[in-house]
């Protein structure tokens, strides 16, 4: 009876345990609480977090997007490629009116020291791309591409960066002998499939959002939610 008891207690505990994992990696906004879940919500991005935003809307619908910014009251999410507005419950303007908001996000980040490299843009920023479990992997810095640069390839990454992530690109120079970029906290993906066929040279910081360190270079901050 003795052992069945306790059992049963160390079950309780490990459920105990686990919505306490879940609650401090999502966390609730009633649709009048706009302001206050958009400000946790941003307040998480720009610190380097994959932050997905779960919303259940006046209508009884649950919508899903990854979030792309903040503008006052008003939530910007990407929704299969697709950009989403969401406000709270009396919104007018946004696509979507909120009765629950979700945020969730996970781990820490890891903000990473990046020495100057080179090689093909292929090599340089797969090296960058962590090899265990992660959440997103982002990268800021000066980025020179050498020879005949395709301004399309390059305004296609900037679109991407710009308007489909949290992040920028700016075009400081671009002509027959190559190109000069700054990149802001894109994504190391978006640079390995527009970058990947041009020698680069780059410096620079890596965020990585996961459970844990993951890369033997210099760790400058490790930032908690």
Do not use: C, W
Request: proline share 4%.
């Amino acid at each position: 009876m003795k052992t069945n008891l306790r059992v049963v207690f160390i079950a309780i505990l490990a459920l105990a345990l686990l919505g306490l994992i879940i609650n401090s990696t999502v966390q609730h906004y009633q649709g009048g609480e706009i302001y206050e879940a958009a400000n946790r919500a941003y307040g998480l991005l720009v610190k380097g977090f994959n932050v997905t935003i779960i919303v259940e809307t006046v209508d009884g619908k649950t919508i899903k997007g990854d979030l792309l910014s903040v503008r006052g009251s008003t939530i910007s999410i990407i929704v299969n490629g697709t950009t989403l507005t969401v406000g709270g419950p009396e919104a007018t303007r946004e696509d979507v009116r909120a009765k629950l908001i979700r945020i969730e996000y996970h781990g820490k980040v890891f903000l990473y020291e990046v020495p100057p490299m080179e090689g093909t843009g292929g090599e340089v920023f797969a090296s960058l791309m962590p090899k265990e479990r992660f959440y997103s992997a982002r990268y800021s810095g000066k980025i020179y591409i050498e020879g005949n640069v395709s301004p399309i390839e390059v305004g296609k990454l900037k679109y991407r960066a710009d308007y489909k992530t949290y992040g920028s690109i700016t075009i400081n120079h671009l002509g027959s002998n190559g190109a000069i970029i700054t990149a802001n906290m894109v994504p190391v993906q978006y640079l390995i499939e527009h970058l990947g066929n041009y020698t680069v040279y780059t410096y620079g910081l890596l965020y990585v959002n996961s459970e844990e360190r993951n890369f033997p270079l210099r760790l400058l901050e490790v930032r908690t939610p």
